[in-house]
Structures are given as structure tokens and as C-alpha cells.
């Protein structure tokens, strides 16, 4: 089998086979007599990843136990050959982390996914639903992001067999058992000892579709023509996201036996050999079976000891290193709609899996249990204010000393406790990558928690009722403790929610019903009485007077500066001297009192009474009053309650990063002036092109031009971007233009830095980045209510012959022909070819040298016509293929998906059958998968024209993003 050299070595898979020598191994060998053809028939699913020119180099390389096919699992001890032959199905289909005993090292961890498609991980040839020629769901990894149909994952998973292989006389047919293993989790506990360090291994996985620059070459993954191409076209770790091409001087073999450095977050990550996963004692096992005879004493006793002990199939061995800060990430899945799922997968994608918890599951003690020697850990909660208080509850029942510090990443409205610790109200679409850096970067501050002690008043002689209770759904606070209007409010809507679910699933009708019992009950004043029947001690100091004096409805007491959403109640009392600023770590509980009046104020800068700054209160109610415990509503019965200082909970406040860094590299000192253009960006570009950098500057409009200083935060630019906008105000009564539109009150920064896309930056943490972070030189914001639709009559000024310009070039065109036919909603794509025939005269050279003469002339090539009709949009319907591609190399990008009557340029192509302007559209970054007002897209439009060609290739385009919108947002 070997005789014939040189060979050349194809390998298919970089991770997998857990058995030895050549079983391990998955090659392909083409000997130098057989033709490149040969070949090519597995260079679209195998990767060339050397020659040898003897069969003796062959042998050794094959029976290395340091192959390629065991660089996911070499540098850790092999699974029993039990766990291996699984009889149920679906327990290869896990969703979930399994952390019992019987868990497998490498197990993949499968989400839904709507990704669609041909590019099933397992291969073309070997892909189970493509023989079957059925649509049929798909499952996502959520550490290693492979996408495989449901009954492939079988597949993908089994273990080849060299016997097989010899059977079958061919021995690339043992391909189509992968045995393709996830990043590993743990090790086994073994013989060695469990504190010598173990280096972790690279995971490589092939991918199609790359976004980045290839580590070696710097060049990038996209093909120009790679439309119907299924072939590999990277490799990259799921440990490091280190991405090389697909061959062999980009990616060579010496790479798999190299320690991975875990990538940018390595001080965050727990490295796989911290987790050991440990097996009951054998010797125990049989000693038991051995001693039937025992008394019933020695088996209660031996009992109590087991059960003392715990037993554990999974314990944490840190090795100390002074730069590690390993992170417990707690998500909770039902905070803020679907976010809490999506940012569970990330987070298993960028962190080992088994440092990220879904709180679901659970809960958060078991996680927090088993990491709690940990040296420098730190929690980041993902959720709500709630989700926050369960996590500092729990360390304080475990008495994890010293605590570690805990980051929030808010999910959902509200979210006080996060605004206050700079995190903001909630997750918009700021890369995890960024605040996971901001989690090892954040300074750790205190935040006070306090005690509520709840007594039954039975000097009221109020008699019980079902609807109240005596004690609290919460006997300890991080935010507030309110009673009386918003209380009630947020009581009501808690009582209606339960009574019926289903009419409460839409956070805009959740809102409305917000409103809606606010103003019934302020109508109603349900608690105008308040006063009456409370009675107020803080320090000593009885209050209970100067509260009926002012009549207050609303008694709350703030331990944060943030209340009801970001307000701020108890504001900046600087030229009051009875008051100190609001601090959540002095030991000092701040009481504020409201009426009807302040809170109407509240939502629009306005505070309410402040009352007092305390350490302690007692507070006394004679009739039963609607409270709330950090948004936990109830109706308590008469009480005396008692507030007191409990601990410090350690969190994590983001903060600014240092002015100097983004010029180490230049080592230079910030400049003390910066001149900065300022352009903005319409929400349907963001949306469009978010992904797409270069694309998305180009579509941005010019705004005009600021000078600030070198270490000026955004919240001044922002002054700067405002005072730029009264400027141009005077010019209201000329002509409008799209840099003179005014800006909406909703805009926002956008961030340009990161290496593959643009992500807003809220308001509320604006002043935590300094302008040199985002910007050198131009400054990008987001506009939402900007309308991008350039028209002849409203082009800027700057552009004197614009109009004449594009008339000429229309009308040498014919458009003014076409547009009558176009427009008609009765006309089909079978009217427009005799019209076209005569515009067709004209020759495509002589159209192509007059566009080229009027764009050099100053033309611009996105103006619109009266009829709202592109240049573009006439090169397609007179078939102009020269036209339209001068159009799209020198045009704008944002005339792709511009709607003319409903329709886009590859809807109007499509209709025509123009099948390659088609193709040049498609790879201009036309999207098929947008609609007209028909609800049609580009390949229904062909269909209809019944070109089945055409309608299969854009079918198979809009596939491919599909999927490439799914694999952007999760992006190696």
C-alpha cells in the first residue's frame, strides 16, 4: 500500500479519535501517479497538510500518538470505552452540561438554531439529510459552534474503525465516522498528581466561512467567487479564536502540538486542567459487598459520615497564578426576552462551559459551592436587580470568605443596581469580548445590604384578611424598601399578571397597563392616607410628624443613588448642609418621602422630600399596606419593622479605561486638541451593515467637524455634537439636505474600534469613554430617525450641476421611457421586454462612456429621479451589464436594497431574468432576502419569470447569508 512516493497526506478533522495508533487516525493518501482530479474530488471537506517521501515517514507518522486527530483530547486521559457506546440517542443530543459521573469528556453541548442551508458539519457526501432530501432541524454547539442536522449528530460522534476500513479495501470510507469532539471541560483525576500543571492543547475546527485575518499571512478568508464552494477555508481554535487558511504555508503540523494560550480573556478563563472529574472508591465498593454482617449501629454511623462528606463527582484544583481572576458567569434565562439564552451560548464559546451557570438549572449555590476556594475569583450575574440579590444571598449563606466581587451585565428593564455600578439599564449589542475585559479591569467598591426584621403590631386590632401577609418576601434589601403609591402600583400589576399570564406576555402592553394603574390610583387616591397610619424613628429622631405635615404617599428608603428605572430621588443636595451626596458604601440608609407632585417630577430631573440619613429605623403601620422589597411586592398586615445594616457585598464598577491607551503603541502623550469629524448613520444602514465596516462608512453622512480636548469623555463630545446642530439651525430655511437634518433627541454613539463591527454605546456610560477610545480621527453616530433617501430636488448644495447632470444622463438613458412602464402595478415582467427592445439600441459602450463622463463631470451616481427611481435601477431594466457594474464599483453600497415602488434593483433583475447582473448584485452584497410589497423575494420573482436556473442560484445565495447573518453574530 506504501510503495509508491512521494505522498500526499489529507487529513479531515483536527480533533476526535480517543483510541491508539493508526485506529486514531482518519488519512486520505494520494500517491504522486494519480491525477490532480483525484484530488480535487476531497479537497472540499480534507485539508493538504504535508507530504513524506518514504512510507517508512508515512508508518511513523501515522502510529504518533501526537497526531492531528488527538490534538482536542491528547493532553488529557482517555474516556472509558464505555461512555463511548451509547444506546440511547438522545443523550448525544445534550442541551445542557452534564455534571454527574457518568459525563463525557468533549461532549458537545447542542442548541437550536435556525441557521439553514447545505454546510452540515458531518460533510456533504456523508450528511444524512441531504440523502434524505428532507428538511430537517439543525443543533448549534454552543462551545465550538459547529452546525450539524439533529440525526447527524450520531454521526458526528461515533468512533471509526480501522477494520472497517481494511474490510472495505478503501480506507477514506471510514470518514464518514467522525468522532469530531468538543473543546475539552475537565481532565480525570488519574494517577499523577492532580497539582502538576497540564498545558492545554489547541482545538481546531475546520470552518467554511472565517471572519478576521489569517494569523500567519494577515490576509483575509473571504472568496470572491465562492458561491457554490463548499470547501474548508480555515481553521481556527475554539479555545484562543487563532484562524489560519486552509494550507499548508499558512497552517503547518508542527502547530497542533502547541500549547494554547487560551486567547485575550486567558486571566478570565478556568483552564480544562482545573476541573477534575473524580470516581467513587472501587475498594469501598467491594469492602461493602464483602460485610453484609454489620451491625445496624456501625450502618447508621458509617451513614451520617457519607452523608457529612458529600461526595462529589467534580472538585476545582486552582493552580495559583497572581494574574488570574477566573470568572463564575450566573445567567438567567428568562431576563429580557430571549437575550438571557443567547448570552449563555456566548459565554460558553469565549469561557470554559463549565464556568457559565444557567440559573434555571438550579440555581446558583451548587456553582458557587464548587468554586469557592478559587483564588481571586469574580461572578458576573447576567439578569436583573433580582437575579443580583438571589447570587449575594447565596454567598452570604455559604460565607465565602473573602467574597468574591460580583459584575452585572443587565438584562431587561430597570436594572438600578446596575446603572449605579456603570453597567448600564441593559444589554444592548456591546461585543461580550469588550465586557468581559471590563470585568478584569473593573474596581472592586462595597455596597451596603440591609436587614429587614418584620414584628406583628397587635395593638392594631386589625383582623387578619387573605390577602395580606406578616412577613416579607425578602428579609434583606441591596436597592430599596418602599410602601404606599408605587408599591401599590407595582402590587397590581403583580396580582393581574398572576390572574392571567397570557395577556401580559408584550413589555409595550405591560407598560400601558403601568400607566394605566398609575392613574387610576392617583384618581382614586388609595394612598393619600399613608401618613396617617405610619409612624417613622430613624436614629432615634421621630419623623412621624414631618411626614403628615407634607402628606406624603410614597415613603422610600434608597441605599442606592438610582430608583424606578435611573431616576434619581434624592438628587444632589450640595447647597444643603443637613445632607451629605448619596453613597452606596457609607453605611447610611438615605429616606425620602414623596407626593404626588415630586413624583410626577421624578421621571423629568425632579427629587423627592428628603427626610433623613440614617443607620437605623423603625417603622411602625396600624393598618395593612402594599410594600415592595427590591421590586417584590406584597400586602403586609400591620407591622413593626426594623432596618439595619447587615454586611458589604463586594461588586465590580466598570470604569473609565486609561486616556494612554490607545497610543502605546506610539508612545506619544494624548494630544491636547482633537479635530474630529462627526458623521451619522441611519437605523436601516446599522441594521443592513452593521457587520459590514467599509460598507457602513461609506453610507454615513457628513454631520460637520469638532475640536475638543485630547481627554475629553463622549458626554462632552456630545455638547460639542449638540452646539454643531444650533449652528446649523439658521440654515433650517434653505433646502433641506441630509447633513442638515436635524438630530433626533434618541441618538447615540457608535464604537468603530472593534475588528469586526460597529455597536452602540449607551447614554448612561458615556462618560466612562474617552473619545480617544472610539475615534483618532472621525467620529460615528446613530441616528434612528434619520430618512435616507436622496433625491434629485434635495441633493446638497455642494453639487451645483448635480441636477443637470443626472437629467442629462437620464435622458440618454431613456428612463423617461421606462419609468411609465415600471410603476405600473398591472405591469409584469413579461410587458417589459418588447418596450426594452429599442432601448436596447443604443450601445452599451456608448452608455458606458457617458456615465463615466457625467460622474467625472461631478454627477452623483445615488441621485433619484422624480419617480424616486436609481441610476442603478435603469442600468438593470435596459440590461446594462457594463453600467451596472461601473455603478456598483463607484456607486454607494445603500443602493443595493433601496426600494423603488416596493421593489429592489435584484427584484427588478430577477423579474428580467438577467442573470448575470444577478450575479453581480449578489456579490455587491445585495440581499435576497428582502421583500416587496407582495411579500416576494428576488428568487420568487424568478420563479415567476420561470427561470428555474436563476431561482435555484438565489435560492442557494440566500442560504448562504443565512447563514453567514448567523455565524456573524457569532464570529470567531
Keep these: 500500500m506504501f510503495s509508491v512516493s512521494p505522498y500526499c497526506i489529507m487529513h479531515y478533522l483536527y480533533s476526535g479519535s480517543q483510541h491508539r495508533r493508526l485506529s486514531q487516525l482518519h488519512w486520505i493518501i494520494f500517491q504522486n501517479n494519480q491525477t490532480t482530479a483525484a484530488q480535487g474530488q476531497y479537497t472540499g471537506w480534507a485539508m493538504c497538510v504535508g507530504t513524506v517521501t518514504s512510507s517508512r515517514q508515512l508508518l511513523s507518522l501515522c502510529v504518533s500518538r501526537k497526531a492531528i486527530s488527538k490534538s482536542g483530547l491528547h493532553q488529557l486521559p482517555c474516556q472509558p470505552s464505555t461512555s463511548l457506546n451509547r444506546s440511547d440517542p438522545e443523550a448525544d443530543v445534550r442541551s445542557t452540561l452534564d455534571w454527574t459521573e457518568s459525563a463525557v469528556?468533549?461532549?458537545?453541548?447542542?442548541?437550536?438554531?435556525?441557521?439553514?442551508?447545505?454546510?452540515?458539519?458531518?460533510?456533504?457526501?456523508?450528511?444524512?439529510?441531504?440523502?434524505?432530501?428532507?428538511?430537517?432541524?439543525?443543533?448549534?454547539?454552543?462551545?465550538?459552534?459547529?452546525?450539524?442536522?439533529?440525526?447527524?449528530?450520531?454521526?458526528?460522534?461515533?468512533?471509526?474503525?480501522?477494520?472497517?476500513?481494511?474490510?472495505?479495501?478503501?480506507?477514506?470510507?471510514?470518514?464518514?465516522?467522525?468522532?469530531?469532539?468538543?473543546?475539552?471541560?475537565?481532565?480525570?483525576?488519574?494517577?499523577?498528581?492532580?497539582?502538576?500543571?497540564?498545558?492545554?492543547?489547541?482545538?481546531?475546527?475546520?470552518?467554511?466561512?472565517?471572519?478576521?485575518?489569517?494569523?500567519?499571512?494577515?490576509?483575509?478568508?473571504?472568496?470572491?467567487?465562492?458561491?457554490?464552494?463548499?470547501?474548508?477555508?480555515?481553521?481556527?481554535?475554539?479555545?484562543?479564536?487563532?484562524?489560519?487558511?486552509?494550507?499548508?504555508?499558512?497552517?503547518?503540523?508542527?502547530?497542533?502540538?502547541?500549547?494554547?494560550?487560551?486567547?485575550?480573556?486567558?486571566?478570565?478563563?478556568?483552564?480544562?486542567?482545573?476541573?477534575?472529574?473524580?470516581?467513587?472508591?472501587?475498594?469501598?465498593?467491594?469492602?461493602?459487598?464483602?460485610?453484609?454482617?454489620?451491625?445496624?449501629?456501625?450502618?447508621?454511623?458509617?451513614?451520617?459520615?457519607?452523608?457529612?462528606?458529600?461526595?462529589?463527582?467534580?472538585?476545582?484544583?486552582?493552580?495559583?497564578?497572581?494574574?488570574?481572576?477566573?470568572?463564575?458567569?450566573?445567567?438567567?434565562?428568562?431576563?429580557?426576552?430571549?437575550?438571557?439564552?443567547?448570552?449563555?451560548?456566548?459565554?460558553?464559546?469565549?469561557?470554559?462551559?463549565?464556568?457559565?451557570?444557567?440559573?434555571?438549572?438550579?440555581?446558583?449555590?451548587?456553582?458557587?459551592?464548587?468554586?469557592?476556594?478559587?483564588?481571586?475569583?469574580?461572578?458576573?450575574?447576567?439578569?436583573?436587580?433580582?437575579?443580583?440579590?438571589?447570587?449575594?444571598?447565596?454567598?452570604?449563606?455559604?460565607?465565602?470568605?473573602?467574597?468574591?466581587?460580583?459584575?452585572?451585565?443587565?438584562?431587561?428593564?430597570?436594572?438600578?443596581?446596575?446603572?449605579?455600578?456603570?453597567?448600564?439599564?441593559?444589554?444592548?449589542?456591546?461585543?461580550?469580548?469588550?465586557?468581559?475585559?471590563?470585568?478584569?479591569?473593573?474596581?472592586?467598591?462595597?455596597?451596603?445590604?440591609?436587614?429587614?426584621?418584620?414584628?406583628?403590631?397587635?395593638?392594631?386590632?386589625?383582623?387578619?384578611?387573605?390577602?395580606?401577609?406578616?412577613?416579607?418576601?425578602?428579609?434583606?434589601?441591596?436597592?430599596?424598601?418602599?410602601?404606599?403609591?408605587?408599591?401599590?402600583?407595582?402590587?397590581?400589576?403583580?396580582?393581574?399578571?398572576?390572574?392571567?399570564?397570557?395577556?401580559?406576555?408584550?413589555?409595550?402592553?405591560?407598560?400601558?397597563?403601568?400607566?394605566?394603574?398609575?392613574?387610576?390610583?392617583?384618581?382614586?387616591?388609595?394612598?393619600?392616607?399613608?401618613?396617617?397610619?405610619?409612624?417613622?424613628?430613624?436614629?432615634?429622631?421621630?419623623?412621624?410628624?414631618?411626614?403628615?405635615?407634607?402628606?406624603?404617599?410614597?415613603?422610600?428608603?434608597?441605599?442606592?443613588?438610582?430608583?424606578?428605572?435611573?431616576?434619581?430621588?434624592?438628587?444632589?443636595?450640595?447647597?444643603?448642609?443637613?445632607?451629605?451626596?448619596?453613597?452606596?458604601?457609607?453605611?447610611?440608609?438615605?429616606?425620602?418621602?414623596?407626593?404626588?407632585?415630586?413624583?410626577?417630577?421624578?421621571?423629568?430631573?425632579?427629587?423627592?422630600?428628603?427626610?433623613?440619613?440614617?443607620?437605623?429605623?423603625?417603622?411602625?403601620?396600624?393598618?395593612?399596606?402594599?410594600?415592595?422589597?427590591?421590586?417584590?411586592?406584597?400586602?403586609?398586615?400591620?407591622?413593626?419593622?426594623?432596618?439595619?445594616?447587615?454586611?458589604?457585598?463586594?461588586?465590580?464598577?466598570?470604569?473609565?479605561?486609561?486616556?494612554?491607551?490607545?497610543?502605546?503603541?506610539?508612545q506619544q502623550p494624548v494630544p491636547e486638541r482633537l479635530r474630529i469629524r462627526v458623521s451619522r448613520i441611519s437605523m436601516a444602514d446599522y441594521e443592513a451593515l452593521h457587520y459590514d465596516k467599509d460598507k457602513l462608512r461609506q453610507a454615513s453622512i457628513p454631520l460637520g467637524l469638532i475640536v475638543v480636548s485630547g481627554d475629553s469623555d463622549l458626554e462632552t463630545c456630545r455638547e460639542h455634537i449638540q452646539r454643531l446642530q444650533s449652528v446649523r439651525g439658521e440654515e433650517a430655511a434653505k433646502p433641506k439636505s441630509l447633513s442638515s437634518q436635524r438630530l433626533s433627541p434618541k441618538w447615540c454613539f457608535l464604537d468603530s474600534t472593534t475588528a469586526d463591527r460597529f455597536y452602540r454605546i449607551d447614554r448612561a456610560q458615556e462618560h466612562l469613554n474617552y473619545v480617544s477610545e472610539i475615534s483618532q480621527e472621525e467620529i460615528f453616530i446613530l441616528d434612528p430617525e434619520l430618512v435616507v433617501m436622496m433625491t434629485i430636488g434635495t441633493s446638497p448644495s455642494a453639487m451645483p450641476d448635480l441636477v443637470n447632470s443626472a437629467s442629462s444622463l437620464v435622458n440618454t438613458l431613456h428612463v423617461h421611457f421606462l419609468a411609465g412602464c415600471i410603476h405600473r402595478s398591472n405591469t409584469t415582467a413579461a410587458d417589459f421586454k418588447p418596450r426594452l427592445r429599442s432601448v436596447r439600441m443604443h450601445t452599451s459602450q456608448e452608455r458606458g462612456h457617458k456615465l463615466q463622463e457625467l460622474h467625472q463631470q461631478g454627477a452623483d451616481l445615488t441621485a433619484l429621479d422624480f419617480s424616486g427611481c436609481s441610476l442603478l435601477h435603469h442600468a438593470v431594466a435596459t440590461g446594462s451589464k457594463e453600467m451596472v457594474r461601473y455603478l456598483l464599483d463607484n456607486g454607494n453600497c445603500r443602493l443595493l436594497d433601496l426600494h423603488e415602488g416596493g421593489e429592489t434593483v435584484l427584484h427588478l433583475a430577477a423579474s428580467l431574468c438577467h442573470r448575470t447582473i444577478c450575479h453581480y448584485l449578489v456579490e455587491a452584497g445585495a440581499s435576497l432576502m428582502k421583500t416587496d410589497l407582495q411579500g416576494e423575494t428576488p428568487k420568487n420573482r424568478a420563479e415567476k419569470a420561470q427561470d428555474s436556473e436563476l431561482a435555484a442560484y438565489l435560492e442557494n445565495r440566500q442560504h448562504y447569508q443565512m447563514i453567514q447573518r448567523e455565524d456573524q453574530e457569532t464570529a470567531v
Design 105 to 666: 469528556c468533549g461532549d458537545h453541548i447542542w442548541f437550536e438554531t435556525s441557521v439553514s442551508g447545505d454546510y452540515c458539519y458531518v460533510g456533504e457526501q456523508h450528511c444524512i439529510a441531504r440523502a434524505l432530501q428532507k428538511s430537517i432541524s439543525r443543533r448549534k454547539c454552543a462551545a465550538c459552534k459547529i452546525v450539524a442536522h439533529t440525526i447527524c449528530i450520531e454521526q458526528l460522534e461515533k468512533v471509526s474503525s480501522l477494520a472497517h476500513a481494511i474490510k472495505s479495501s478503501l480506507l477514506f470510507l471510514s470518514l464518514f465516522q467522525i468522532n469530531f469532539r468538543c473543546k475539552p471541560s475537565f481532565r480525570e483525576s488519574g494517577s499523577r498528581n492532580i497539582r502538576e500543571p497540564i498545558g492545554v492543547r489547541h482545538h481546531w475546527v475546520h470552518r467554511r466561512r472565517q471572519e478576521g485575518k489569517c494569523k500567519q499571512c494577515g490576509k483575509g478568508f473571504q472568496q470572491k467567487f465562492a458561491f457554490h464552494s463548499k470547501e474548508i477555508v480555515a481553521i481556527s481554535c475554539s479555545w484562543c479564536q487563532q484562524a489560519y487558511h486552509n494550507k499548508v504555508s499558512c497552517f503547518m503540523l508542527q502547530q497542533i502540538e502547541e500549547a494554547c494560550p487560551i486567547g485575550a480573556h486567558a486571566a478570565l478563563i478556568v483552564p480544562p486542567t482545573w476541573i477534575i472529574r473524580v470516581r467513587r472508591h472501587q475498594s469501598s465498593m467491594k469492602s461493602s459487598k464483602k460485610k453484609k454482617r454489620t451491625s445496624f449501629k456501625r450502618k447508621s454511623s458509617k451513614k451520617g459520615a457519607e452523608d457529612g462528606r458529600q461526595w462529589r463527582p467534580f472538585l476545582i484544583r486552582p493552580i495559583p497564578a497572581p494574574l488570574m481572576k477566573p470568572l463564575l458567569v450566573f445567567v438567567n434565562p428568562k431576563s429580557g426576552g430571549n437575550q438571557g439564552n443567547k448570552i449563555l451560548q456566548s459565554f460558553m464559546w469565549y469561557l470554559n462551559p463549565r464556568q457559565v451557570f444557567d440559573l434555571s438549572q438550579g440555581g446558583p449555590k451548587e456553582g458557587l459551592e464548587l468554586y469557592r476556594k478559587v483564588h481571586n475569583l469574580r461572578i458576573m450575574a447576567c439578569g436583573g436587580d433580582g437575579t443580583v440579590g438571589w447570587i449575594l444571598s447565596c454567598l452570604d449563606e455559604l460565607a465565602i470568605n473573602p467574597q468574591p466581587p460580583v459584575a452585572v451585565l443587565p438584562l431587561g428593564t430597570g436594572n438600578d443596581l446596575a446603572r449605579t455600578l456603570n453597567w448600564g439599564g441593559g444589554y444592548t449589542d456591546e461585543p461580550l469580548s469588550k465586557i468581559l475585559s471590563h470585568v478584569e479591569d473593573g474596581t472592586v467598591v462595597q455596597l451596603d445590604r440591609w436587614n429587614l426584621q418584620v414584628d406583628p403590631n397587635h395593638s392594631a386590632g386589625v383582623e387578619p384578611d387573605e390577602q395580606q401577609t406578616d412577613k416579607l418576601l425578602l428579609d434583606v434589601f441591596n436597592n430599596y424598601f418602599s410602601l404606599g403609591f408605587d408599591a401599590h402600583v407595582t402590587l397590581e400589576f403583580h396580582e393581574s399578571r398572576e390572574a392571567n399570564p397570557e395577556k401580559f406576555n408584550s413589555r409595550f402592553r405591560n407598560k400601558m397597563f403601568y400607566a394605566g394603574t398609575a392613574f387610576s390610583d392617583f384618581l382614586m387616591g388609595s394612598s393619600k392616607d399613608l401618613s396617617k397610619h405610619i409612624k417613622l424613628v430613624c436614629d432615634g429622631t421621630d419623623l412621624t410628624s414631618k411626614v403628615q405635615d407634607l402628606k406624603l404617599q410614597c415613603l422610600v428608603f434608597l441605599n442606592i443613588p438610582r430608583y424606578c428605572a435611573g431616576t434619581t430621588p434624592w438628587g444632589t443636595p450640595g447647597e444643603h448642609h443637613d445632607f451629605e451626596p448619596q453613597r452606596h458604601d457609607d453605611g447610611f440608609i438615605e429616606v425620602i418621602g414623596f407626593t404626588m407632585t415630586s413624583l410626577a417630577t421624578l421621571q423629568v430631573g425632579g427629587h423627592g422630600e428628603r427626610l433623613n440619613q440614617c443607620r437605623e429605623v423603625t417603622l411602625t403601620t396600624t393598618k395593612p399596606l402594599p410594600v415592595q422589597v427590591d421590586g417584590e411586592p406584597c400586602r403586609l398586615a400591620p407591622s413593626v419593622i426594623h432596618i439595619s445594616l447587615r454586611n458589604q457585598a463586594n461588586m465590580v464598577q466598570k470604569t473609565k479605561r486609561p486616556t494612554s491607551l490607545p497610543h502605546l503603541n506610539d
